[in-house]
């Protein structure tokens, strides 16, 4: 079952813009991950951000989580051509040692 | 450099054959996890092992196998059973053993499986 529902699913900007993606889940959570993942690749992890936590940073990413209405969002400032990949959040409910991934956002970053 | 290998990179699959894809790290993580990715498509869990010796189905492990006789290796069967094994796959490890999934996981760059 996907726990995550990305929006929007694709998403085109011009290098220099900021690029923002959310998450919505169903049930409740114990943290949440966000994945970036190259065409033909695997995914590579971004940052983490815990139920008790409201905001993080790592360089050029600011991560939100908002667990009464379910949701995360993901910022990348001042975006690269590099940054074109597809972005998944991830949900993890503290039960078991897995992880529910979402459907995904197409981030595609032109010159 | 520690990192997770899988292979071959591009797999094909007669009717009525079983597949094996292989995934070995060198990490030193206990989880280990398979997920199937559709085209345009997120992750499904196919079967996650949290320690040698034992393994849990995911949410898709009709069709598949798995053995964990090994820390470093998480052989995946994609028997014959599965009618419609063309996918991405995709194998991942984590640090914890049991119950905590606060952790990322690393992933391999996955096989793509078709059918001939």
């Known amino acids: 079952s996907q726990q995550g529902e990305e929006d929007p699913q694709a998403l085109s900007i011009q290098e220099g813009e900021n690029a923002t993606m959310n998450c919505s889940y169903k049930?409740?959570?114990?943290?949440l991950q966000w994945y970036r993942q190259n065409s033909g690749r695997g995914l590579v992890h971004l940052i983490l951000?815990?139920?008790?936590?409201r905001e993080k940073h790592s360089g050029r990413l600011r991560v939100t989580l908002d667990t009464s209405k379910k949701s995360s969002s993901l910022l990348i400032t001042a975006s690269r051509a590099a940054d074109t990949a597809s972005y998944f959040c991830?949900?993890?409910?503290?039960?078991?040692?897995?992880?529910?991934f979402g459907t995904g956002t197409r981030l595609q970053v032109t010159l | 450099d520690g990192g997770i290998t899988q292979s071959p990179k591009y797999l094909f699959r007669k009717e009525g054959q079983n597949v094996t894809l292989s995934c070995e790290q060198n990490?030193?993580?206990?989880?280990m996890y398979w997920y199937r990715q559709d085209p345009g498509q997120g992750l499904r869990l196919i079967y996650y092992?949290?320690?040698?010796?034992?393994?849990q189905k995911g949410d898709i492990a009709e069709g598949y196998s798995v053995s964990r006789e090994k820390k470093e290796s998480f052989p995946l069967t994609v028997t014959s059973a599965q009618k419609n094994p063309t996918a991405f796959y995709l194998c991942a490890s984590s640090i914890p053993g049991q119950g905590a999934d606060d952790q990322p996981q690393h992933f391999g760059d996955g096989t793509r499986l078709s059918i001939l």
């Open positions: 990490l030193n993580h206990d989880a």
């Open positions: 991830a949900t993890g409910t503290g039960t078991a040692s897995k992880l529910t």
């Open positions: 092992s949290q320690i040698v010796n034992d393994f």
């Open positions: 049930t409740s959570i114990n943290n």
């Open positions: 951000i815990r139920s008790n936590e």
